[in-house]
């Protein structure tokens, strides 16, 4: 049986780049790196390899990865899904396009997305530079998640390794549908997440404002997170927080969060806010 085929679309780009430079360390990938704008050439020379064109590598691959912007999936993926072979497959890297209906599909191919949960400090890393991947791909073990769009599940199967090798080292794959994994993303890390610890870090800026020598603000704030993480997640078994950090969470709730935030897991809320994402010129909310 011959190598796997593999184009990564867009392999000069940001997430291109770290996509890439995994694939390219399988031996059993034949791997190409497709790029149309000069800086992205450049890039991929720039890194000892030959840049490819679409119309000349994708209609022979097996698996395309399709690393562009969110934003430019459903004019990219219109030209790119109508090169390709009958039964390849197809990987998107953010599911906001899928859920919104702008990835262009064909019938006769298979289409998935996949997303990196990029290393947890609950993951025990092997070395210090593993321990200080924060991305993930460099080193740094992680999980990610992934869907099937629509398909063939053989041809998913394989999705799904290409996946693994791409964001390695992988310590769990999760499958599910991708509207799930819309509401990990945006919704869980970056409409909640995100929002409070960029708070957060603002919150450091007013402490050191104040006076607070900045190191001890962020020792305090990070190491605090660590704990009170593990503690709300169930690490710590029946441990409960303090009375009086009670009292403050439920103060807080009046004082930083709005009192309906939880509307964010609306499924309507959800869908104006990926087309807000992908569209920030004509807002839906």
Request: glycine share 8%; with cysteine.
């Amino acid at each position: 049986m011959g190598k796997l085929k593999v184009a990564v679309i867009g392999a000069g780009g940001k997430m291109g780049v770290r996509t890439s430079t995994n694939l390219a360390k399988v031996s059993d990938y034949d791997l190409y790196l497709v790029e149309s704008g000069d800086k992205g050439l450049q890039s991929i020379k720039d890194r000892g390899f030959t840049p490819y064109k679409a119309e000349d590598i994708v209609p022979k691959v097996e698996v395309v990865v399709l690393a562009v912007p969110d934003t430019l999936i459903n004019v990219v993926s219109k030209d790119i899904v109508k090169l390709m072979s009958p039964g390849a497959g197809l990987l998107i890297l953010d599911p906001a396009a899928a859920v919104a209906k702008e990835l262009a599909l064909r019938d006769d191919c298979t289409f998935g997305v996949v997303h990196p949960c990029h290393p947890s400090y609950f993951i025990d890393q092997d070395s210090y530079e593993a321990r200080h991947d924060y991305f993930g791909g460099q080193g740094g073990k992680q999980d990610i998640v992934m869907a099937k769009i629509q398909g063939d599940d053989n041809r998913f199967a394989q999705l799904r390794t290409v996946a693994e090798k791409m964001f390695a080292p992988v310590v769990n794959s999760y499958v599910m549908d991708a509207r799930s994994i819309a509401f990990l993303e945006p919704t869980l890390v970056e409409l909640l997440g995100a929002t409070c610890l960029y708070a957060m870090a603002e919150t450091v800026k007013e402490a050191e404002r104040r006076g607070i020598q900045k190191e001890a603000a962020v020792s305090f704030l990070s190491g605090h997170i660590y704990n009170l993480t593990a503690n709300f997640l169930g690490f710590l078994g029946n441990t409960q927080v303090s009375d009086a950090c009670k009292v403050a969470i439920s103060l807080g709730n009046k004082l930083v969060l709005r009192d309906d935030w939880k509307k964010i897991w609306d499924d309507d809320i959800l869908d104006k806010v990926i087309a807000t994402m992908l569209h920030p010129n004509n807002p839906k909310i």
